[in-house]
Nanobody, 120 residues
Framework: VQLQASGGGLVQAGGSLRLSCAGSGRTFNNYGMTWFRQAPGKEREFVAAINWSGGRTTYAGSVEGRFTISRDNAKNTVALQMNSLKPEDTAVYYC??????????????WGQGTLVTVSS
């Protein structure tokens, strides 16, 4: 499966952004989808995951209540709605297809990343 992330940009603290990840291939619906992020000088970290059907979601504690992950299997897309953004949310955001694990090393399929910058 090939993934293409989009939707990043510059936003002020307190603002919102919606990231999207488009998948290609007939097997998209077989995968859990996960968003990770990587800030400069830091390791890639788990943000949110959604299972293949969209019926189960999990979030990192730092984003729970502010971010929402969703998917549309008919369109082969997964989205990350980010509200109440904080400067510490600044990072390159990546979508990945896999098991839904919080460990980035367990993923074989990655989008190219989209930069989110939150100004204070």
């Amino acid at each position: 499966v090939q993934l293409q992330a989009s939707g990043g940009g510059l936003v002020q603290a307190g603002g919102s952004l919606r990231l999207s990840c488009a998948g290609s291939g007939r097997t998209f619906n077989n995968y859990g989808m996960t968003w990770f992020r990587q800030a400069p000088g830091k390791e890639r970290e788990f943000v949110a995951a959604i299972n293949w059907s969209g019926g189960r979601t999990t979030y990192a504690g730092s984003v729970e209540g502010r971010f929402t992950i969703s998917r549309d299997n008919a369109k082969n897309t997964v989205a990350l709605q980010m509200n109440s953004l904080k400067p510490e949310d600044t990072a390159v955001y990546y979508c990945a297809a896999g098991s839904g694990s919080r460990r980035s090393v367990e993923y074989d399929y990655w989008g190219q990343g989209t930069l989110v910058t939150v100004s204070s």
